[in-house]
């Protein structure tokens, strides 16, 4: 090796002439420099400090974005895009986090969680506890495709399921929401492994929670963590949001 | 608007009805934002449009810095007091509309008539047409007019008509002033690129007189939409170097794989291709005016007009047709891309070119997600659960692979436990019931009974040749309810689409006996057929149901995908027409060739050059 480079690097000063084979190293030496300050750079900024409002259609994500942000109750529509800004505690305003609202119509909602699972430091999964019975098998779909996705799991943010519109009467308790949920889970794993492999055979889907256990929360990498609240508010529009243990869980987690 | 068209990159026109509305939708893409006027179906509305242009320029105006500087907390927190603005607006443009319509009336007679006078009009007030320039959006001539007599607002009622006639004026007498207009836009460099708006517009009114051809020596450039093909043979060149490079590229892979593709490499060698494209046509453009678009096209933050995208999205499109999608849904997909993209700010260093493929890769994206969930098993545990059978039917044209499908999937099905029932109603084709009958002895013989608790996994009932498949299919229901079989696979005749007495038919098997999954079973090597058979056999379920919500088709089989190497394009067209998703993939002929759809891979295999 150092055989090669003796007569490589005679040569070179040969051609150059001494102050010019010096002042090319040196330029040499300063891209080298900024590329590792750079990737340096980069990695600093690219932590995460994101926490993401997922959850299917109707559930009360861009309320409770609103509601979080700037405390008073919008009329919102279906989100086709997502909205991101940065929240600050309530109770201890120097750290903030980055509060990410994602579509939840099912052509979108794949994308955005693409687009924006890397940068996740934490997952907020809304759930409509008045429609619960109905969509249950939905919820534990798009539940499951979060959880079993390769960034997610690597990673592990924080989870909260937050059990959303408790102000309607017919709103199903955490307690139960979370026992239909590990039920369905645990029929999803075992269709979905069953499903015929995908077209480019990329490996089957990684397995959730362990094998001949029932499937259980305390089993995933992460913390799970179920709170009940509601972006409406118990006195209509012009009051408050119930929000207490969320807020209380963000600041956990921040 | 926002949960069916948008979603689905069905965007392409901006009407769109639902119940007894017809919704006109704007989208600005700048600040994101979405102008819907919703009125009556039965009302034609001509100001309807002009009404929305005004309100999408006053908003914007109005909260131009709320938006820039305050992003998403500016939209929640800012009051939007606009109603007394909308109000204003819209008493205008129901004046306007009353207004216009014997100016139109007018401004014909007078053409007719006094030809001198307004012909001196033009030539000296050369300003009038910079002013209309300036104020031009992109739409019909029509809009040319209102625009410039709304916007100098000083001007009186009468200069107003006479304006108005003006233009109806320029536009007729276009043969005897193009060559000033020439002389003028080739004057104004800088106005130059909006011009050119005004002059296609022009173009499209006279469409039948045969001025078409006067022009095309001259601006060729303005006129030309297909660039890529007309546009100068030095053009043709950097494309012709390109094909065979990525032609030897492929021959390393093996055909018919459909490989996790990378395709950064080719994005950055389009992208020098495109530097170089973009350069020849400044160059032609001539001056400073040329260059300095070039320029800022790659640096800074250019906003993304129709002429820019129009040269790449005629690529594209092409390039679809070219992978096997159907015409006219290519035709759809570029408008409704357009649309998103229009006047949006690019970052910088992205091209054009990149900007409008990504644009595109995530609108087919989105096409392929499914919009209900794809789990059959889970399906099928729920029947059980009710201790009923799953029912799947699967219907289709002659020759597509039902049987062997439906082979397949009953062996999947048998895989993981379930017992089925397979019923022939196929009583039309030679061979039919013989050919299920086989696949039923070799599955039992690849499960015998004794692995299985002792209960024959598969079953086939038929009632031979001719008799009613309706009626098979019933019988056979009740009898899968009786023996207790978990899944009831029903077997139907190909039929053509346009056979009625066929599709009525098929359409009282599936009305009579309600099943629970209706597949159409469809093979990736269709191409613009795909659209007809679709449409057709959803118009004749429909049509024949006697229910309030008829039962359509609930999913897709895409059949002989292995005989297709990258041409996916089948895959696009079904699921845009039906928004139902791609339920099962077969690759082949023996039982283990079923698959599942990955939506990427499948783009990836699209957008491949």
């Given at each position: 090796?150092?055989?090669g480079?003796?007569?490589?690097?005679?040569?070179?000063?040969?051609?150059?002439?001494?102050?010019?084979?010096?002042?090319?190293?040196?330029?040499?030496?300063?891209?080298?420099?900024?590329?590792?300050?750079?990737?340096?750079?980069?990695?600093?900024?690219?932590?995460?400090k994101a926490?993401?409002?997922?959850?299917?259609c109707?559930?009360?994500?861009?309320?409770l974005?609103?509601?979080l942000?700037?405390?008073?109750y919008r009329?919102?529509?279906?989100?086709?895009?997502?909205?991101s800004?940065?929240?600050?505690?309530?109770?201890?305003?120097?750290?903030?986090?980055?509060?990410?609202?994602?579509?939840g119509?099912?052509?979108?909602?794949l994308q955005f969680?693409e687009?924006?699972k890397?940068?996740?430091?934490?997952?907020?999964f809304?759930?409509?506890?008045?429609?619960f019975q109905?969509?249950v098998?939905?919820?534990?779909?798009?539940?499951?495709?979060?959880?079993?996705?390769g960034?997610?799991?690597?990673?592990?943010p924080?989870l909260?399921?937050?059990?959303?519109?408790?102000?309607?009467?017919m709103?199903?308790?955490?307690?139960l929401?979370?026992?239909?949920?590990e039920?369905?889970?645990?029929?999803?794993?075992?269709?979905?492994?069953?499903a015929?492999?995908?077209?480019d055979?990329?490996?089957?889907?990684?397995?959730?929670g362990k094998k001949?256990?029932?499937?259980?929360?305390s089993?995933?990498?992460?913390?799970?963590e179920?709170?009940?609240?509601?972006?409406?508010?118990?006195?209509?529009?012009?009051?408050?949001?119930?929000?207490?243990g969320?807020?209380?869980?963000?600041?956990?987690?921040? | 608007v926002?949960?069916?068209?948008?979603?689905?990159?069905?965007?392409?026109?901006?009407?769109?009805?639902?119940?007894?509305?017809?919704?006109?939708y704007?989208?600005?893409?700048?600040?994101?934002?979405v102008?819907v006027?919703?009125?009556?179906?039965i009302?034609?509305?001509?100001?309807?449009d002009?009404?929305i242009?005004d309100?999408?320029k006053?908003?914007?105006?109005?909260?131009?810095?709320e938006?820039?500087?305050?992003?998403?907390?500016?939209?929640?927190?800012g009051t939007?007091?606009?109603k007394?603005d909308?109000?204003?607006?819209?008493r205008?443009?129901?004046?306007?509309?009353?207004?216009r319509?014997p100016?139109?009336?007018?401004?014909?007679?007078?053409?007719?008539?006094?030809?001198?006078t307004?012909k001196?009009?033009?030539?000296?007030?050369?300003e009038?047409?910079?002013?209309?320039?300036k104020?031009?959006?992109?739409?019909?001539?029509?809009?040319?007019?209102?625009e410039?007599?709304?916007?100098p607002?000083?001007?009186p009622?009468?200069?107003k008509?006479?304006s108005?006639?003006?233009?109806?004026?320029e536009?007729?007498?276009?043969?005897?002033?193009?060559?000033?207009?020439e002389?003028f836009?080739?004057?104004?460099?800088?106005?130059?690129?909006?011009?050119r708006?005004?002059?296609?517009?022009a173009?499209?009114?006279?469409?039948?007189?045969?001025?078409?051809?006067d022009?095309g020596?001259?601006n060729?450039?303005?006129?030309?939409?297909?660039?890529?093909?007309?546009?100068?043979?030095?053009?043709?060149?950097?494309?012709?170097?390109f094909?065979?490079?990525?032609?030897?590229?492929?021959?390393n892979?093996?055909?018919?794989?459909?490989?996790?593709l990378?395709?950064?490499?080719?994005?950055e060698?389009?992208?020098?291709?495109v530097?170089?494209?973009?350069?020849?046509?400044?160059?032609?453009?001539g001056?400073?005016?040329?260059m300095?678009?070039?320029?800022?096209g790659?640096?800074?933050?250019?906003?993304?007009t129709?002429?820019?995208?129009?040269?790449?999205?005629e690529?594209?499109?092409?390039?679809?047709?070219?992978k096997?999608?159907?015409a006219?849904?290519?035709?759809?997909?570029?408008?409704?891309?357009?649309k998103?993209?229009?006047?949006k700010?690019?970052?910088?260093?992205?091209t054009v070119?990149?900007?409008?493929?990504?644009?595109?890769?995530?609108?087919?994206v989105?096409?392929?997600?499914?919009?209900?969930?794809?789990?059959?098993?889970?399906?099928?545990m729920?029947?059980?659960?009710?201790?009923?059978?799953?029912v799947?039917t699967?219907?289709?044209?002659?020759g597509?692979?039902?049987s062997?499908?439906?082979a397949k999937?009953s062996?999947?099905?048998?895989?993981?436990?379930?017992?089925v029932?397979?019923?022939?109603?196929?009583?039309?084709?030679?061979?039919?019931?013989?050919?299920?009958?086989?696949?039923?002895?070799?599955l039992n013989?690849?499960?015998?009974?004794?692995?299985?608790g002792?209960?024959t996994?598969v079953?086939?009932?038929?009632?031979?040749?001719?008799?009613?498949?309706?009626?098979?299919?019933?019988?056979?229901?009740?009898y899968?309810r009786?023996q207790?079989?978990?899944?009831?696979?029903?077997?139907t005749?190909?039929?053509?689409?346009?056979?009625?007495?066929?599709?009525?038919?098929?359409?009282?098997?599936?009305?009579v006996?309600a099943?629970?999954l209706?597949?159409?079973v469809g093979?990736?090597?269709?191409?613009n057929?795909?659209?007809?058979?679709?449409?057709k056999?959803?118009?004749?379920?429909?049509?024949?149901s006697?229910?309030?919500?008829?039962?359509?088709?609930?999913?897709?089989?895409?059949?002989k995908?292995?005989t297709?190497?990258?041409k996916v394009?089948?895959?696009?067209?079904?699921?845009?027409?039906t928004?139902?998703?791609?339920?099962?993939?077969?690759?082949?002929q023996?039982?283990?060739?079923?698959?599942?759809l990955?939506?990427k891979?499948?783009v990836?295999?699209?957008?491949?050059a």
């Open positions: 090796m150092a055989g480079l003796e007569p490589a690097l005679a040569a070179l000063r040969r051609e150059l002439g001494g102050p010019a084979l010096l002042s090319v190293l040196i330029a040499l030496l300063a891209v080298a420099l900024t590329f590792l300050v750079w990737r340096f750079v980069q990695g600093r900024r690219s932590s995460r926490v993401l409002l997922l959850g299917l109707d559930a009360g994500k861009t309320l974005f609103a509601r942000l700037s405390g008073r009329d919102t529509q279906t989100s086709i895009t997502d909205s800004a940065t929240y600050r505690l309530s109770h201890d305003k120097s750290t903030n986090v980055t509060l990410i609202d994602l579509p119509h099912e052509s979108l909602r969680l687009r924006f890397a940068a996740a430091r934490a997952i907020v809304v759930v409509d506890s008045v429609a109905r969509e098998k939905d919820v534990a779909e798009f539940l499951y495709q979060v959880l079993v996705d960034t997610v799991l690597r990673n592990a924080a909260l399921i937050a059990c959303n519109k408790q102000d309607v009467t709103a199903k308790s955490a307690k929401i979370q026992q239909q949920l039920k369905e889970l645990n029929t999803l794993r075992v269709t979905r492994s069953a015929p492999t995908t077209l055979s990329s490996g089957g889907p990684a397995q959730l001949g256990k029932d499937f259980d929360f089993q995933l990498p992460m913390k799970v179920f709170v009940e609240c509601s972006a409406r508010g118990s006195k209509g529009e012009e009051g408050d949001a119930d929000l207490e969320l807020e209380k869980w963000l600041a956990k987690v921040a | 926002l949960t069916a068209p948008l979603p689905q990159e069905r965007g392409g026109n901006n009407s769109f009805t639902h119940e007894a509305l017809t919704l006109k704007k989208l600005d893409n700048q600040f994101e934002l102008f006027v919703g009125f009556q179906k009302l034609t509305l001509t100001y309807v002009k009404l242009d309100v999408h006053e908003f914007r105006d109005k909260y131009r810095n938006f820039q500087q305050k992003g998403a907390l500016g939209l929640l927190n939007f007091d606009f007394d909308f109000m204003r607006l819209l205008d443009a129901e004046e306007s509309s009353k207004v319509a100016t139109v009336m007018k401004t014909f007679e007078q053409s007719l008539k006094s030809q001198k307004v001196c009009m033009i030539e000296t007030r050369g009038k047409p910079k002013e209309k320039v104020n031009k959006k992109n739409k019909g001539s029509k809009k040319e007019g209102a410039a007599a709304t916007a607002s000083k001007a009622a009468g200069d008509q006479l108005a006639a003006g233009d109806k004026e536009l007729t007498k276009d043969e005897i002033l193009q060559k000033n207009r002389e836009f080739r004057r104004h460099m800088k106005a130059g690129e909006k011009s708006s005004p002059k296609p517009d173009q499209k009114e006279k469409g039948k007189k045969p001025r078409v051809w022009l020596n001259s060729a450039k303005v006129l030309d939409y297909s660039n890529s093909a007309t546009n100068g043979s030095a053009e043709a060149c950097p494309v012709e170097g094909d065979p490079d990525m032609a030897l590229g492929d021959k892979r093996e055909p018919g794989r459909l490989y996790d990378e395709y950064e490499s080719e994005e060698a389009e992208e020098e291709k530097v170089q494209n973009t350069s020849k046509p400044s160059a032609k453009k001056g400073l005016g040329g300095f678009g070039m320029l800022k790659l640096v800074g933050s250019k906003s993304l129709r002429e820019d995208m129009d040269p790449v999205l690529k594209m499109k092409d390039h679809l047709i070219a096997n999608v159907a006219e849904i290519a035709v759809q997909l570029c408008e409704s891309v357009a998103k993209l229009e006047g700010v690019m970052g910088t260093f992205t070119t990149s900007t409008v493929k990504q644009a595109l890769q995530e609108a087919l989105q096409i392929l997600q499914p919009q209900r969930r794809v789990d059959v098993l889970r399906d099928v729920d029947a059980q659960r009710h201790r009923r059978p799953y799947v699967f219907c289709g044209v002659n597509v692979g039902k062997t499908n439906l999937i062996f999947w099905l048998i895989e993981n436990g379930f017992s029932l397979i019923a022939a109603c196929d009583t039309f084709r030679a061979g039919a019931v013989e050919q299920l009958r086989t696949h039923t002895r070799r013989a690849l499960h015998p009974p004794e692995s299985h002792g209960r996994m079953q086939l009932y038929e009632k031979g040749y001719g008799k009613d498949a309706a009626g098979i299919a019933m019988e056979a229901i009740s899968a009786n207790g079989f978990d899944v009831v696979l029903v077997d005749a190909g039929r053509m689409q346009d056979n009625a007495p066929l599709m009525t038919a098929l359409a009282k098997l599936i009305a006996n099943p629970d209706v597949l159409f093979e990736a090597l269709v191409g057929e795909a659209v007809d058979q679709l449409v056999f959803n118009k004749a379920l429909a049509d024949h006697m229910a309030q919500t008829p039962r359509l088709i609930d999913g897709i089989v895409l059949t995908f292995d297709i190497d990258d394009g089948a895959a696009i067209s079904m699921t845009y027409i928004s139902k998703p791609i339920v099962f993939v077969g690759t082949g023996t039982y283990c060739d079923l698959r599942s990955n939506a891979a499948v990836a295999a699209l957008m491949k």
